[in-house]
Nanobody, 121 residues
Framework: QVQLVESGGGLVQPGGSLRLSCAASGSIFSINTMGWYRQTPGKQRELVATITKGGSTNYVDSVKGRFTISRDNAKNTVYLQMSSLKPEDTAVYYC???????????????WGQGTQVTVSS
């Protein structure tokens, strides 16, 4: 069974930085698009950033220039480097992957367990 383990969240002051990581383990044939989402209580989950297998990235406007998504295919890991953090960035951050266990079966998606990011002075 493929599982995702997230890490890197925590409490940071405005203007600070954090790096989130999400590592997939298990039998994996291919990981396609990876992404990061965030959610606060009572609000809709928001897509923050995505990265394709070929390395193309996309960001929500509010984080452009501050966040960087990257991936290490050899480690089946996706990262989110967050800089110049603002209180509005406070949320639970979830990684999301589209993957295949074999070339025969269709792709399916997996969610990480979430990691809390709190930006406060």
């Amino acid at each position: 069974q493929v599982q995702l383990v997230e890490s890197g969240g925590g409490l940071v002051q405005p203007g600070g930085s954090l790096r989130l990581s999400c590592a997939a383990s298990g039998s994996i044939f291919s990981i396609n698009t990876m992404g990061w989402y965030r959610q606060t209580p009572g609000k809709q989950r928001e897509l923050v950033a995505t990265i394709t297998k070929g390395g193309s990235t996309n960001y929500v406007d509010s984080v452009k220039g501050r966040f960087t998504i990257s991936r290490d295919n050899a480690k089946n890991t996706v990262y989110l480097q967050m800089s110049s953090l603002k209180p509005e960035d406070t949320a639970v951050y979830y990684c999301h992957l589209w993957l295949q266990k074999s070339p025969i079966v269709p792709v399916y998606d997996l969610w990480g367990q979430g990691t809390q990011v709190t930006v406060s002075s």
